[in-house]
């Protein structure tokens, strides 16, 4: 699937480079590449571009366990108040309820995340805006309230 095209469940065993559903996300590329459930496995993937100095906010996932590999960039990694600093090249992993953020005063990031079971890419589906689109300005009540619905709370 092309990156304009509507997203759609994918149980292909290859998805390409250009391939998945592309969202906005506090400005950067999310590149949302499955969320399967049955196929192969119950999971879900895909790309995330974080400006510099954009982060990711402290959440936490209710049901979900998270893993991050770090394709492009450098920060720090927080888990639980401790801060990490990353680097390309390098794992992250957060089991569920695992507070946990992103900090990247200095530099891009493009991170690759795997979430077991999906969760995470209902809310990028439903929180992103399309490519093109004007971003929505949404209060944090709202955003943890979608959030809530995809087993997902923000601090």
């Known amino acids: 699937m092309a990156l304009d095209e509507k997203p759609r469940a994918s149980t292909a065993p ?3 480079p250009r391939e998945g559903h592309h969202v906005l996300m506090r400005g950067g590329d999310v590149l949302i590449k499955t969320g399967l459930v049955g196929a192969f496995g119950s999971f879900a993937m895909g790309t995330q ?3 510099a100095g954009v982060g990711i906010p402290m959440h936490r996932h209710f049901e979900m366990n ?3 590999y770090v394709v492009e960039g450098s920060g720090i990694f927080v888990l639980d108040d ?3 600093p990353i680097e ?3 794992s992250i992993f957060i089991p569920k309820f695992a507070w946990h953020g992103f900090e990247n005063p200095d530099c891009e990031l493009v991170l690759l995340w795997i ?3 999906p969760g995470v890419d209902g809310f990028f589906r439903e929180c992103g805006t399309a490519p093109g ?3 929505l300005d949404r209060t944090k009540e ?3 309230q979608i959030a809530g619905t995809y087993g997902t709370e923000f601090r």
């Open 115 to 117: 979430m077991s079971p």
């Open 14 to 16: 290859y998805v390409g």
């Open 82 to 84: 401790v801060r990490y």
């Open 66 to 68: 998270e893993t991050f």
């Open 133 to 135: 689109s004007p971003a």
């Open 49 to 51: 571009q974080v400006l």
């Open 142 to 144: 709202q955003v943890n």
């Open 88 to 90: 390309k090249g390098g």
